[in-house]
């Protein structure tokens, strides 16, 4: 069965820092990636996502996300974090090859940035 | 803009209830799935539907069954509430793998 592991649960950064949120997944075939973002009293919305090609996939808000298959990774980053960013981060993965796919998430990470 | 609309922000239900939860999107989208959300466990799949009365088992089935008899519309359906079942629901459609998923505002739902 699929998998999506987030395994930061909770980051707290002041504003300028770096960020990288670490997603992995378990499949073996070829899959479809996704990062979205719960910002506080909102729905999820999508971030970014990867179907193929360059492995480095840029989303909204300057957030970018890398693809390693040999890693089975998809870890989210942003090079200066701001206040508003302030938001639950969920990785989420969907094979490819069939219209009619399910798509699975991970536990999510909330992170809380430091003013 | 695409729209996913939950019929309700907030319900509370008594135990033993059978409750209803509805979901419609404008997009003409063929996949439709139900997602309960909980704190630390992420969102996890209850349902999915690909096409009008079909569906598939998510992850987390149990004490749930859904019905899609519109393409538009998608409902979850609580046989028995029971505490446990106390959570955010989230209805979201795609067109279809490897498209974005729209989420709805979500049900909070609580079962007393």
């Known amino acids: 069965a699929q998998s999506v592991s987030q395994h930061n649960h909770h980051v707290i950064l002041s504003e300028a820092a770096s960020l990288e949120l670490g997603c992995n997944y378990s499949y073996g075939g070829t899959v479809n990636l996704f990062w979205y973002v719960q910002y506080p009293g909102q729905h999820l919305q999508l971030l970014l996502k990867y179907f193929s090609g360059d492995p480095l996939v840029k989303g909204i808000k300057g957030f970018e996300a890398e693809f390693i298959k040999s890693k089975f990774s998809f870890n989210l980053r942003k090079p200066s974090v701001q206040w508003s960013d302030t938001a639950e981060y969920f990785c989420?993965?969907?094979?490819?090859?069939?219209?009619?796919?399910?798509?699975?998430f991970g536990s999510g990470t909330r992170l809380s940035i430091r003013p | 803009d695409v729209k996913v609309t939950q019929s309700s922000r907030y319900l509370v239900k008594r135990t033993g209830e059978k409750v209803f939860l509805e979901c419609v999107q404008d997009m003409d989208h063929e996949n439709m799935f139900w997602y309960r959300q909980d704190p630390g466990l992420g969102l996890r799949l209850i349902y999915f539907s690909y096409d009008v009365k079909m569906k598939e088992k998510g992850d987390i089935p149990e004490g749930y069954s859904v019905s899609r008899e519109k393409k538009e519309r998608f409902s979850l359906i609580l046989e028995s509430a029971s505490t446990n079942q106390t959570s955010m629901y989230l209805c979201a459609s795609n067109r279809g793998a490897p498209t974005e998923a729209f989420f709805g505002q979500g049900t909070r739902l609580t079962v007393v």
């Open positions: 989420a993965v969907s094979p490819s090859g069939s219209s009619a796919s399910k798509i699975i």
